[in-house]
């Protein structure tokens, strides 16, 4: 079984003032085991929720998501616990997920002791053992999380995280809260990390470089919902949704020849509520190529050659898509 899969998820919540919030609507995403993929889209897409869902932080109202098989989607949280020594969720900002009372030592043996994987000394030696593959020194585990910087605390949630050694990672925007000086170097933890221990992963961000390197596959949201899926080097080499070329076209490219035909493309006006969502394609408000048909009829997500998914009704079955640029 896949580790992830995640089935026609959706996350709906009564607004306060009447209507319905479709913060997810009908999201699928699966990721087999050791595979990276990563979930991009502008910050109220609904990529975080999809992320909370996935580990159970959250409760999805419609779909269902499957970890090594296990049904998850509404199991209680006395249910889940047992088996959360086999996903795990890195935060955006660990400081807000490191409790400020306890040592190092202490939060990263939590886990373990939760899932009695280690007892007494060797706990210790596995504590030890984490902060060393996350670069940091033993005695870092007598420390208290206000002491380290921020980089350092952000090892010190991922080797909470791998603590028991996961079959899944759920990455939130892992870097965005850090000094830009040392986001590199987490990354490159992360992706190091990755590759000896081959948990898969979901990677949420909205840091495009940072997903060209980690994942294996993207899936690119737009308000609710995936627009566009497919293998990183085929997705970065010929973006098909106008929504997707639109953010590649943003994204600071750092080799000169890559920039040849990217031709930046400004999108107009702000990303629309969940809350009563446009009709039709949800990204005819804003897309360049938008027609009359786009306005009233839904794209359905079809899935075309070498293993990708694109919801445009201009995107022939063949893959032929226009450029939004031009
Ligand atoms: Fe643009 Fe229409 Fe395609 Fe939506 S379906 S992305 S509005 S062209
Ligand atoms: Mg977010």
Do not use: W
Request: proline share 7%; net charge negative; with cysteine.
């Amino acid at each position: 079984a896949p580790v992830l899969e995640i089935t026609a998820m959706e996350r709906h919540f009564d607004a306060s003032g009447g209507g319905t919030v479709r913060a997810v609507d009908g999201v699928s995403i699966t990721i087999g085991r050791g595979e990276v993929v990563g979930l991009v889209g502008e910050s109220g897409s609904g990529k975080s929720t999809v992320g909370r869902c996935a580990v159970r932080l959250d409760e999805p109202t419609g779909g269902t998501v499957r970890i090594n098989g296990t049904d998850i989607t509404h199991l209680s949280r006395r249910a889940v616990r047992p088996l959360r020594k086999d996903f795990h969720l890195v935060f955006q900002d660990p400081s807000s997920s490191l409790d400020p009372r306890m040592t190092i030592g202490q939060i990263v043996a939590e886990p373990i002791k939760l899932h009695r994987q280690a007892r007494g000394e060797d706990v210790r030696a596995r504590v030890e053992q984490l902060l060393a593959q996350v670069g940091l020194r033993p005695e870092h585990a007598d420390r208290h999380p206000h002491e380290l910087s921020g980089g350092q605390r952000q090892r010190i949630s991922i080797a909470r995280a791998l603590s028991c050694d996961p079959d899944l990672v759920v990455a939130d925007e892992p870097t965005s809260a850090l000094d830009v000086s040392v986001q590199a170097s987490v990354l490159n933890l992360l992706a190091d990390l990755q590759r000896d221990r081959g948990f898969g992963c979901l990677f949420i961000t909205h840091d495009l470089a940072a997903v060209e390197f980690l994942a294996d596959r993207i899936a690119v949201m737009y308000l609710g919902q995936i627009v566009e899926q497919a293998p990183t080097a085929e997705l970065f080499a010929s973006p098909k949704h106008p929504y997707t070329q639109a953010l590649l076209s943003a994204a600071p490219v750092p080799d000169p020849v890559e920039q040849r035909s990217r031709e930046r493309i400004v999108l107009h006006g702000d990303l629309p509520s969940p809350l009563d969502p446009p009709a039709g394609c949800r990204f005819h408000t804003r897309c360049p190529l938008a027609t009359d048909r786009c306005r009233t009829e839904v794209p359905a997500l079809r899935e075309l050659p070498g293993g990708r998914q694109v919801s445009c009704h201009l995107v022939a079955e063949d893959g032929t898509a226009p450029d939004a640029a031009s």
